[in-house]
Nanobody
Framework: QVQLVESGGGLVQPGGSLRLVCAAS????????MEWYRQAPGKERELVAR???????EYVESVKGRFTISRDNAKNTVYLQMNSLKPEDTAGYIC?????????WGRGTQVTVSS
């Protein structure tokens, strides 16, 4: 019923850009807090960016000024624009939708930053 599907990952050179897309279905998208997490092998999962139902945004310090999270409620979609990418941004990026006690996760899309 509930589905979060990420896309937009890939291989990019340092300094490059990618836009990740998370398309949601089966939820009242507009009331959910939407988040992007990332996880690299052997590392803890990290909250990268969050956008609330009222469009407030938060970012992990390491991506501030480089990443922008946004949402389009009419399309049930959340985006993560990633600019000035660094090798340390390499990870699987996972979309999460949360409301009260409810939380749903996508399966992720891989971002690799390498020259």
């Amino acid at each position: 019923q509930v589905q979060l599907v990420e896309s937009g990952g890939g291989l990019v050179q340092p300094g490059g850009s990618l836009r990740l897309v998370c398309a949601a279905s089966g939820i009242r998208f507009s009331i959910y807090v939407m988040e992007w997490y990332r996880q690299a092998p052997g590392k803890e999962r990290e909250l990268v960016a969050r956008i609330t139902n009222d469009y407030a945004t938060e970012y992990v310090e390491s991506v501030k000024g480089r990443f922008t999270i946004s949402r389009d409620n009419a399309k049930n979609t959340v985006y993560l624009q990633m600019n000035s990418l660094k090798p340390e941004d390499t990870a699987g990026y996972i979309c999460r939708a949360g409301y009260a006690y409810l939380a749903y996760w996508g399966r992720g899309t891989q971002v690799t930053v390498s020259s």
